[in-house]
């Protein structure tokens, strides 16, 4: 096994509409190691979904290359690899198939992939279906007869039929009530230890990034302003765009309160073309901006212990106050 399992290098992704070419990815460098929980935060637009889809080969790149256990991905990914590499989305109501019942969907991984001999499909499945806190009875059910929790843990049983190494997690508990979340969540915790899975976690929460991961990249625009281990980025933010998300995090003691960054404008703070920048993207709703911001894009600087942060005025310590 390589030192890293995943690396994305120079990543981007244009798109053309009408006249104009929107650039969903701008350069976009991340690199994972195996058994590690990198979540991928920031508010929609940002550009997370179109970097798991990069990674899963469900979009080809415009640059950039892709690496998987130190071998680049082409355009075409095989059967092997495409078992090596699983994705659980957000709504598991529309990505299991509403005609087929529970056992069809976790056995299908299985047939394809040869996962197991034909005659012990029934006990392969109960047996996932076990694993992810879901009784045998649950086989012959359709997903509209499960709840959102159920559908959720079922479509992780899916993922784990073909016994991958990395999953791609989707906004995989958005779609559901909070104390369904945490159930889900600990049992992400779980399978991660128990089969040394490797977890790309998109997400725009970040209590569930704080929680899950090990590591965190903050996105916008299409580009990677911020990445480190995740302590020290929820502590010590570096990049005004991470210490807006995290002032607007709902908390519940005056301790946490104490050490939420302070934001001194409407975190909703809109912005017109006569306000693009040619510099950083997220000047026009900086009120840290210098000049130089307006002109040039800073770039990724370490600050310590490899927490990466691209702003030409960081501060010392955004959190407790700028």
């Not at 709504?91 to 047939?111: D, G, H």
């Not at 704080?210 to 916008?220: E, G, K, Q, T």
Request: glycine fraction near 8%; charged fraction near 25%; include cysteine.
């Amino acid at each position: 096994m390589t030192e890293t399992i995943l690396e994305v290098e120079d990543l981007a992704k244009h798109y053309v509409v009408g006249k104009d070419v929107v650039r969903a990815l701008a350069g976009v460098n991340l690199a994972v190691a195996p058994g590690e929980s990198v979540a991928i935060v920031g508010e929609s637009g940002s550009g997370k979904t179109t970097l798991a889809k990069l990674v899963l080969g469900v979009e080809e790149p415009s640059a950039g290359r892709i690496v998987f256990d130190g071998a680049e991905l082409g355009a075409r990914r095989d059967r092997a690899l495409r078992r090596r590499m699983q994705v659980v989305q957000q709504n598991p109501l529309s990505t299991l198939n509403p005609k087929r019942t529970i056992r069809q969907a976790v056995e299908l991984p299985l047939r394809v992939h040869g996962m197991v001999p034909s005659g012990d499909y029934a006990e392969s499945v109960a047996e996932l279906l076990g694993i992810v806190g879901l009784s045998p009875e649950y086989m012959d059910r359709y997903p509209t007869a499960l709840s959102g929790g159920q559908r959720q843990r079922a479509a992780l049983a899916r993922a784990l039929a073909a016994k991958p190494d990395l999953i791609v997690l989707d906004e995989p508990t958005s779609a559901l009530d909070v104390s369904v979340q945490a159930r889900v969540l600990t049992l992400l915790f779980d399978l991660q230890a128990r089969f040394n899975l490797t977890y790309l976690f998109i997400t725009h929460d970040l209590g569930v990034a704080r929680n899950m991961a090990s590591r965190i990249a903050v996105m916008y625009r299409g580009r990677i302003v911020e990445s480190g281990p995740t302590e020290p980025v929820f502590r010590e933010p570096r990049h005004r765009y991470t210490a807006m998300l995290l002032s607007s995090v709902p908390v519940v003691s005056e301790e946490e309160e104490s050490l939420r960054p302070l934001w001194p404008w409407e975190r909703n703070l809109m912005e017109g073309q006569e306000r693009a920048s040619e510099g950083c993207a997220f000047a026009p709703r900086c009120p840290y901006a210098l000049e130089h911001c307006w002109t040039d894009a800073p770039e990724l600087a370490d600050f310590s212990d490899d927490h990466l942060a691209a702003c030409h005025n960081p501060g010392e310590a955004i959190a407790g106050g700028g």
